[in-house]
C-alpha cells in the first residue's frame, strides 16, 4: 500500500518544522500521522496532495511518485550513545546542509559505533572513520548483486559532491566501484585519504532507546514510542509548545518507528514528565516490545508482534541486544534486524479459498544485521510455530555473544596474509600497505613499495617515499 511521505533529511527537524507539518495534516481531517523507517513520516493514506506553495520547504513524495529518497543519518545517537570521538551533532548537520537537492538515491551517513541507526540500508552509504573528517563508502546500486568498498576515504566535506557525481554517472549504468572511482577521479578534485586500516564494527547490544535519560550533568534526553507507530497530533503540537518553551532546537527521528528529543534541561524535567502524565503516554516499555520494525500500517504485522510479545513474555524470555523485524516475503529485501519473520505469499490459485498464513525465520550472520548477510532457520512454518522457534533463536545469540567481530569489507582478509613490507610517513602516519596500493595516485592493488615509483610521495602530506619507515609486524598488530 503506498502512503504519502514526507522527506525529514537526516531524520532532523526543528519543532517549528513539525508543527507546520502537525498543521497541514490537522487541516485535512487527520488524526495522527506515522514514522518510517528511513527516518520519514508516513501520512495516513486519506491525506491529500498539498499545494506547492503552501508545502514550503517540506519535500512530499506522494503514492506512485519517485521523487526522492530520505537521506538516514545516526545524529540522533550522537551525545545519548556510544560515538566516534571526532563525530559530533554539528558535524552531523553541516554534511546534511551540503545535500541541496533531494537524492534520487537512499544515502545512509552514519557512525559504525553506534547501534540505533543501520549502517548499509541504502545504496550509497557513508560510514565514519577512525581519521577524523573520513568516511568509508560502501556502494550497492539498485542494480548490483553485491556491496563494494570505495577505494578511499572520503573528506567530510567532499561527501555530498561525490554523492552527486555518483547520481551524474548512473547514465553509465557502472557495473563496479573501481568504474565509478575512474569516472569520479575524472571530473572531480576531492580531498580523499588512503585507506590504511579496514573498517571494524564491534557488536554491541542494542541500546534502549525510550523514556527520560540523563545526558551530561544538567540535560535529559527523551525517547517516546507508541506500540501502533499512530503518534496524536494534537499531542505533537502541545509536545512542540513545551520544546519551544525550553529552547529545544531538534527533534530526531529513528528507524524505529520512535523519535527522541534532546537537551531537556534539568529543572524542566518535572514540566515534561507531568506533561506525558498528563497526556497518558506511557513510557519505559519492555526491551521485548521495544526493538521490533514493522511495516507501516499494515495490520497482519502488529497483531503478529502483539501475539510474539505476549507470549515470549509468559515464557520470560530475555531478547536483550536483539531486534526483530515483520516483512512480507522479499528475498531482495534489505533488513537491519537480527531476527526477520516473513510472511508467505499465499499461491495466486488459492486466493479464494482461507488457508492459514505461513512464515520463513532468518537470522543475520552473528546476529548483527550490519553483515548483510541473512540465514534461512525455518521455513513454511505456522504462526503457533513461531514463540518457540525465536526462543531457540534468542538462545543460540546468548551462546555466541562475544565470540565474533564484524569487519565491513568486501573480501575475507586472513591474518596470516599481512604482507611485510609495510610502510608509513612520519609526518602525518599515513601508511602504504601494497594490499591496498594507493588509487588516488594511480597504484595498483598488490604494488610493493619498492616497486614505486622513485617520485612517489604521500598522498596526504606529500613526503617523498624516501622518508617512509618499514612497519614490522608488532606496529602492525597494534594497527
Not at 572513520?129 to 578511499?152: A, C, G, T
Not at 516473513?342 to 499461491?347: A, L, M, R, V
Not at 592493488?445 to 602530506?461: A, I, M
Amino acid at each position: 500500500m503506498e502512503l504519502t511521505r514526507l522527506i525529514v533529511k537526516g531524520g532532523v527537524l526543528s519543532p517549528g518544522e513539525l508543527r507546520e507539518v502537525v498543521n497541514m495534516a490537522l487541516e485535512q481531517g487527520s488524526k495522527t500521522i506515522s514514522f518510517g523507517s528511513r527516518q520519514d513520516i508516513i501520512f495516513p493514506k486519506e491525506f491529500s496532495a498539498i499545494d506547492k506553495e503552501k508545502t514550503g520547504k517540506h519535500h512530499f513524495v506522494y503514492p506512485n511518485e519517485k521523487s526522492g529518497n530520505n537521506i538516514v543519518s545516526s545524529y540522533v545517537s550522537t551525545d545519548i550513545f556510544r560515538n566516534t570521538s571526532w563525530l559530533t551533532g554539528n558535524k552531523f548537520l553541516y554534511i546534511l546542509e551540503q545535500f541541496k537537492e533531494q537524492p534520487k538515491l537512499k544515502v545512509n551517513i552514519t557512525d559504525p559505533k553506534q547501534q540505533l541507526v543501520p549502517l548499509f540500508t541504502g545504496h550509497v552509504n557513508f560510514v565514519a572513520s577512525e581519521h577524523e573528517d573520513y568516511w568509508f563508502l560502501y556502494i550497492r546500486l539498485p542494480n548490483w548483486d553485491k556491496m563494494e568498498q570505495y577505494p578511499v576515504l572520503i573528506y567530510s566535506w567532499n561527501i555530498a559532491e561525490i554523492y552527486y557525481a555518483i547520481e551524474k554517472i548512473l547514465i553509465e549504468e557502472p557495473f563496479s566501484v573501481d568504474m565509478i572511482f575512474q569516472l569520479i577521479s575524472e571530473t572531480l578534485d576531492s580531498n580523499n585519504r588512503t585507506i590504511d586500516k579496514q573498517l571494524h564494527i564491534p557488536f554491541y547490544p542494542f541500546p534502549y532507546y525510550e523514556g527520560m535519560n540523563r545526558l551530561g550533568i544538567d540535560q535529559y534526553w527523551l525517547g517516546l514510542y507508541w506500540r501502533n507507530n499512530q503518534y496524536d497530533l494534537d499531542f505533537l503540537k502541545e509536545m512542540c509548545d513545551l520544546c519551544f518553551d525550553c529552547k529545544i532546537g531538534k527533534i530526531c527521528i529513528t528507524p524505529w518507528k520512535s523519535f527522541i528529543i534532546k537537551g531537556i534541561p534539568n529543572d524542566r524535567k518535572l514540566d515534561w514528565e507531568k506533561f506525558l502524565g498528563k497526556k497518558g503516554i506511557n513510557v519505559r516499555h519492555s526491551l521485548l516490545e521495544l526493538n521490533w520494525h514493522l511495516p507501516v500500517a499494515t495490520e497482519w504485522a502488529l497483531n503478529l508482534k502483539t501475539f510474539l510479545v505476549r507470549t515470549l513474555d509468559q515464557f520470560d524470555i530475555s531478547t536483550y541486544g536483539l531486534t526483530f523485524g515483520l516483512s512480507d516475503y522479499n528475498r531482495e529485501g534489505h533488513y537491519f534486524t537480527s531476527i526477520v519473520v516473513e510472511k508467505n505469499e499465499s499461491p495466486k490459485d488459492l486466493k479464494s479459498i482461507k488457508i492459514r498464513d505461513t512464515y520463513n525465520v532468518l537470522y543475520a550472520k552473528n546476529f548483527d544485521p550490519n553483515t548483510k548477510e541473512y540465514i534461512v532457520h525455518t521455513q513454511d512454518v505456522d504462526k503457533l510455530e513461531l514463540p518457540n522457534i525465536l526462543i531457540e533463536l534468542s538462545k543460540k545469540y546468548f551462546e555466541e555473544l562475544g565470540n565474533t567481530v564484524f569487519e565491513a569489507n568486501t573480501t575475507t582478509v586472513k591474518k596470516e596474509k599481512k604482507i611485510q613490507e609495510t610502510h608509513q610517513c612520519p609526518e602525518c602516519l599515513t601508511i602504504y600497505s601494497p594490499e591496498f596500493g594507493d588509487l588516488t595516485q594511480g597504484i595498483e592493488k598488490g604494488t610493493l613499495f619498492n616497486d614505486l615509483p622513485e617520485e612517489y610521495c604521500c598522498s596526504l602530506c606529500a613526503s617523498p617515499k624516501r622518508n617512509f619507515i618499514v612497519l614490522t609486524e608488532q606496529q602492525l598488530d597494534i594497527l
